[in-house]
């Protein structure tokens, strides 16, 4: 009995058979873009987070340094109002 029972299959079923590898070869190639792609846009989303940590940063200095200078300002006024009013 022979092994090899290719010559019985009609001629369209050895072409499907052939067809086939591609679509999975495809597949595979278009879900590694799809993952490159999600890679990407997570990359750039960290980046766009962390931009805007840094802004946020400078921005609390910026009011933190206000804040104090406001502070010192308030206790040299409440300072001068103690002697104004202390007689």
């Excluded at 001629?11 to 591609?22: C, F, I, L, T």
């Excluded at 799809?34 to 846009?41: H, L, P, T, V």
């Amino acid at each position: 009995m022979c092994t090899n029972d290719t010559h019985l299959l009609p001629a369209y079923a050895s072409k499907r058979k052939h067809r086939s590898k591609p679509k999975v070869q495809i597949y595979g190639l278009t879900r590694r873009r799809c993952e490159a792609e999600e890679g990407r846009d997570m990359q750039l989303k960290n980046i766009k987070l962390y931009l805007e940590n840094q802004s946020i940063i400078e921005e609390n200095e910026k009011l933190r340094k206000q804040a104090n200078l406001l502070h010192q300002e308030n206790l040299a006024l409440m300072s001068e109002f103690r002697k104004k009013f202390s007689h």
